[in-house]
């Protein structure tokens, strides 16, 4: 009998908001990093509440940060499906521009701490 086993997240600790800034300002461009492993608006949400409130609360405060880092122009943010409900978040380093304000990422770090 043939009996198929669906792909499972790992239980991998989840990804702090500044470990996110500091792996964005030593990544080179196209550098690839998964941030979360699941259903980020289910795994997010008040409502359900699937998560401790203070993994919760982490886990929108990592993907906020993400996304404000996509809009800074610093990183593509991408997600890939793995299954039903089971996604991966991937944030990709763009390059830089050349005459970047270093103290952006400096910024960013900041909010993040």
Known sequence: ???RIPDIPTAAPPLAEEALCRWLGAAAPGDCLTYHRGFLARDTSNVLQLLPEPRRIALTRLASRARKLA???LAHLLQRRR???DYEYLIVARCRPRRADPSVLVRLLKGAA
């Open 71 to 73: 809009e800074a122009n």
């Open 83 to 85: 299954g039903d409900h």
């Open 1 to 3: 009998m043939d009996i």
